[in-house]
């Protein structure tokens, strides 16, 4: 009995330390861990207003190119895949998008060149061309959506203007040209080296 | 002959040869009240006011052009956030270009707040091996990938405990802001900043008549004077008016995404939830509003 008691003690002390450190700790995190980040709460947001209000720029058509039909209503279409050689010679040359399985008809309409085509067979017209893209890029359509991918101009907080996939991306050869860079910022030795310059008009 | 050395005629004499000294130098009323100017924070709404129709007026004298000076405050419930896509910026510095003129920044000395850093795929985000002088013909170049650095709107930022004088402060929606008139150019900000982000104007200040961004916030890109500190503020005059900071506008790639993080449906909180996240130097505890992303 009497080694029981004593080997008691120091467990209730421990329970009670324990209870206190909860207590302590359970104090803490109701007054939030760091007051500044608070994006997380629910009371601090707020909906900012028109933002699906979104303008899309007229897509990129070739001038004196469409309508298509100015021309292809006088041609008898021909579903045979083939690669062009007296017309749109162009596009055949630079054409890279999975160009080993893919052709023309396969995103253009074959009676109504002036609009392109689903998958489905569903007609679409050039202004909403990105969900032809989506068909593929799904992932990519996602991310646009939302404005992650691609370029969104305008307001944060408002009326915003987006740009359509065929914007960048030429539909024909999609990957993005290299561009070239701005000149890189002056080095610290030019700077105090321009700053002699000024004094002795000499050249190295 | 007895001499008056009491503190009084002192006070007087000294008082007297100070006022002599200013009159001397010419100096008017309105170079008198912006020198004892107190700190932009401690300042009413008609003081600020009158502040800003003095400088409206000294920049038309000085540069020939009309100018908005706002001093628009913080928007309520609202936090800037930045995102920028690793995996897309090509590191064609169109946006430190962009920034230049907009924020009014010296073109000589050259100050730009924006470093586009290359770095090497194969050593990841390691700034010791980064470079940020390269120029081939063409971006991106093989093997490598681009992080551009400018400050980095840290939430426990280390630049305003610094300052001996509180020039600088974090505003209510998250920007650092320097009171130019109140910085005495002691460049403790810079040093205490770990990101390089901050800028110091050894010169005075040249910037092109013709390319003077005249759309201006008291904070942000009003032109400063040699022996001032500045630093990127999202644009301030341009995000408190809802606009995109000018950097977002001009990336030919999309990898500059801003947006309000207290807004569920903006853009940063899609990227915060849904995407590969990373801040600079984490283990500083700087607490970045600025997030780079991997958008694929």
């Known amino acids: 009995m009497k080694l029981k008691k004593n080997q008691n003690g120091p467990l209730l002390l421990m329970v009670l330390g324990l209870f206190i450190f909860w ?11 760091n007051p500044e980040i608070n994006y997380s709460t629910e009371q601090s947001t707020v909906k900012t207003a028109n933002i699906t209000e979104i303008a899309v720029e007229a897509p990129p058509l070739t001038d004196g190119i469409f309508p298509c039909n100015d021309c292809h209503s006088e041609i008898e279409p021909n579903p045979d ?67 992650v991918h691609g370029k969104r101009t305008g307001e944060w907080n408002g009326k915003k203007e987006y740009l359509l996939c065929v914007h960048c991306h030429n539909p024909h050869a999609p990957k993005f040209e290299p561009l070239t860079p701005e000149p890189p910022p002056v080095m610290q030795e030019s700077i105090s080296y321009m700053n002699l310059k000024v004094n002795d008009d000499e050249t190295e | 002959m007895k001499q008056n050395k009491s503190r009084r005629s002192f006070l007087k004499n000294i008082s007297l040869a ?88 010296s073109r000589s000395p050259q100050i730009h707040w924006i470093q586009v850093l290359q770095m090497e795929k194969e050593k990841g985000v390691d700034f010791a091996h980064s470079d940020v002088h390269y120029n081939p013909e063409k971006v991106p170049e093989k093997g490598h990938f681009y992080l551009p650095v400018a400050c980095q709107q840290c939430r426990t930022p280390q630049c305003t405990t610094v300052c001996p004088v509180k020039a600088t402060w974090q505003e209510p929606d998250g920007i650092v802001v320097i009171d130019y008139n109140w910085c005495i150019g002691c460049r403790y900000c810079m040093a205490a900043c770990p990101y390089g982000a901050r800028h110091f104007n050894w010169g005075e200040p040249e910037i092109p008549e013709e390319e003077l961004n005249t759309d201006m916030h008291y904070l942000g890109n009003r032109p400063r ?9 999202f644009c301030i005059q341009r995000v408190r008016k809802g606009k995109y900071p000018s950097c977002v506008e001009i990336c030919p790639v999309g990898a500059r995404k801003f947006g309000n993080l207290l807004d569920p449906e903006s853009e940063i909180r899609y990227i915060l939830e849904n995407k590969r996240v990373l801040v600079l130097k984490e283990e500083l505890n700087t607490q970045p509003r600025f997030y780079y992303f991997f958008g694929v």
């Open chain 1, 23 to 33: 207590y302590s700790c359970s104090n803490q995190s109701s007054d939030a861990d």
């Open chain 1, 81 to 147: 895949r083939r690669e062009l050689v007296d017309m749109h010679d162009d596009i055949t040359a630079m054409f890279n998008h999975d160009s080993k399985n893919r052709w023309c008809l396969d995103c253009h309409d074959l009676n109504n060149r002036d609009s392109l085509r689903l998958a489905s067979g569903q007609l679409l017209d050039f202004k909403e061309s990105y969900k032809l893209c989506g068909q593929c890029h799904g992932l990519k359509l996602r991310d646009w959506k939302v404005g």
């Open chain 2, 18 to 105: 100070s006022l002599a000294t200013l009159t001397a130098t010419g100096c008017n009323m309105k170079e008198l009240e912006e020198f004892f100017q107190r700190n932009f924070r401690t300042l009413s709404d008609k003081e600020k006011e009158d502040i800003i129709r003095n400088l409206e007026q000294k920049y038309i004298e000085k540069y020939n052009k009309e100018f908005q000076v706002s001093a628009e405050p913080a928007m309520e419930q609202v936090e800037f956030a930045y995102g920028l896509d690793l995996s897309r910026c090509i590191g064609c510095r169109k946006c430190v270009y962009a920034c230049v003129g907009e924020n009014n920044q």
């Open chain 2, 225 to 233: 004077v040699k022996g001032v500190v500045e630093k990127c503020t």
